[in-house]
């Protein structure tokens, strides 16, 4: 008994990315048709649907016609993800998980053996149940709007600017938007992408590390592709501390709208490029494209640290990553663990 019930919740489990797979064209499919195509029953088809709706995917029932998503949407793909990458980065891609719900998917790779030296394991979601930002903050992906990706490397060294490896990542996550024809993306210190002055993403960098040695580091990013309004609103009633972007906002006039795993898989290059790199040489060669999409440098800055708060002039990063900001005249520094940091006024 046992035995056939674990197989029976397995199977329910298959059915949604199944079913999903079948509505993705957001055309009309009769529950006869998709019962046929899954080998299973209507009931188990509208059990499917209603398991759906509880995860907030939008499936609309029409009387006696069938069942359509609310719009269509691209699944995930590893093989369209794939061939975004480039020689190098084709090789050091040890693993590939494409998972369809997950808690977290820094917390899954994280809580997994680190890859090999020089390799990487990548975990990307549809659903993501417990996605974090920054500071604990809870990351809101509605399905099939956004990018939800994680990346698993090996440091040798845990020294070696670690610091600074969430500012390196962002000129990466940049390079590979402006691949896919987003204009205008420019980066927020620590970890945040903007465009126009409006969250479009952001990076949440979790490690295991031994004092003077080796480290395994967990990049997750986020980054909303196309999110309808009634998403962003939902995101910014969450106590975001700005509004919400996406990446079609930055490709308007470039000609169609980005595919998912366009993004995700010329991320994935961009990143395995930028950590060999970094491996070797650290932060600075990225230090100046960093400070070339400084979306703060030269504005007026307030800088959170717990119940207090200083008000300056951004000023740039040092070479650890560190924020320079000129405060009553004075330079100061502050690292990414201690503070937060918004536009005055905002």
Known sequence: ?????????????AARPALLALLA??????????????????????????????????????????????????LLDSERIRAELRAGAADALQLLEIVFEVDSTNSRLLAASPPPYGAAHVCI????????GRRGRRWIAPFGT????????????????????????????????????AQGVRLKWPNDLWFEDRKIGGVLIDLRAEAGGPAHVVIGIGINVA??????????AGGALAQIAAVVDSCRGVGSP???????????????????????????????AWSALDALHGRAVRVLLGERSAVGVARGVESDGSLCVAVD?????????????RLEGQ
């Open 329 to 341: 005249g004075r330079l100061q520094k502050f690292s990414a663990g201690e503070v937060s940091l």
């Open 227 to 236: 999110l309808p309004p009634d998403a962003r609103r939902e995101i910014e």
């Open 1 to 13: 008994m046992a035995v056939s019930l674990a197989h029976g919740v397995a199977a329910q489990g």
């Open 125 to 132: 979601c549809e659903l993501q149940s417990a996605g974090r």
């Open 258 to 288: 980005p595919s998912r795993n366009q993004i995700a898989g010329a991320t994935i290059d961009e990143l395995l490029r930028m950590l060999t790199q970094f491996e070797r040489e650290g932060f600075a060669p990225l230090r100046e």
């Open 25 to 74: 064209d957001g055309r009309l499919h009769s529950g006869e048709s998709l019962a046929a195509e899954l080998g299973v029953s209507r009931a188990a088809i509208w059990k499917a649907v209603e398991r759906l709706r509880a995860l907030g995917i939008g499936v609309q029932a029409e009387p006696r016609r069938g069942y359509r998503l609310m719009q269509p949407v691209e």
């Open 146 to 181: 956004s990018v939800a990706m994680s990346l698993g490397w090996a440091f040798r060294d845990a020294t070696r600017d670690l610091p600074a490896l969430s500012l390196a990542v962002g000129v990466a996550v940049v390079r590979a938007l402006a691949r896919v024809g």
